[in-house]
């Protein structure tokens, strides 16, 4: 194995940025199969494939950190944040596959609201992650952060609500099922959000 004296910082960067890109296009992809039920199969294909290529950037990641004497971040810090933002795509991939494998014929609106809180951490993610080349900018992104935390809470307060409604209903014990597996998978792309979100504050505290 070579190693590099020279820090590849763009590299890394560039590899973050893509990543950060790739959760956006999927929180994307996510909210579209729920507000727009059609095309199930084509949409969860789709999430799948992007969960393989955002595998392929988290693996490209790990192997510029074994390359690399002088990374630009921590590699804690530089495994730690691919880790979690890989993560939040897992968990979205595998709420669009339950959604394929357990044939659900309509979405709720639950599901709906968790995608779409799922699409907007994502996009304060992608913000607070272009920040992190710049140093200088790197205190503004506490602010992304926060909004992801508020996020989050919102998610737990609906998860919890939205689990408990389940059993007040008429749904069969097999859709209870069915939903409640849908929404922990939703829920713990949100959770795998806000720990995104601890890596990138403690990045911001030892760098900003």
Same mark, same amino acid.
């Given at each position: ?6 820090? !590849? ?8 940025? +893509? ?5 956006? =296009?999927?929180? /994307? ?5 729920? +507000? ?7 949409? =969860? ?9 955002? /595998? ?6 790990? !192997? ?6 002088? =990374? ?108 409640? *597996?849908?929404? *922990? ?5 949100? *959770? ?17």
């Amino acid at each position: 194995m070579r190693f590099s004296l020279i820090p !590849r910082n763009y590299l890394f960067y560039d590899l973050f940025e +893509e990543s950060a890109r790739k959760l956006v =296009t999927a929180a /994307d992809s996510l909210t579209d199969l729920f +507000e727009h039920f059609e095309n199930v199969e084509m949409k =969860t294909n789709h999430l799948k494939e992007l969960e393989h290529e955002a /595998d392929t950037v988290t693996h490209e990641l790990y !192997r510029q950190t074994n390359l690399t004497f002088v =990374t630009p971040l921590d590699r804690e810090d530089i495994a730690a944040l691919a880790q979690r933002m890989d993560d939040v795509m897992d968990f979205m991939e595998g709420a669009a596959t339950a959604v394929r494998i357990y044939g659900i014929e309509q979405p709720t609106p639950v599901a709906r609201r968790l995608a779409d809180l799922i699409r907007l951490q994502c996009l304060q993610i992608e913000r607070a992650v272009s920040a992190l080349r710049h140093p200088r900018q790197l205190k503004q992104v506490l602010e992304q952060l926060r909004e992801i935390n508020r996020l989050e809470n919102e998610a737990d307060t609906l998860f919890l609500n939205a689990s408990a409604d389940l059993f007040r209903g008429e749904m069969s014990s097999v859709e209870i099922i069915k939903w409640r *597996d849908i929404y *922990d998978q939703l829920e713990q792309a949100t *959770d795998s959000a806000e720990h995104v979100a601890h890596v990138l504050e403690g990045i911001v505290l030892k760098h900003g």
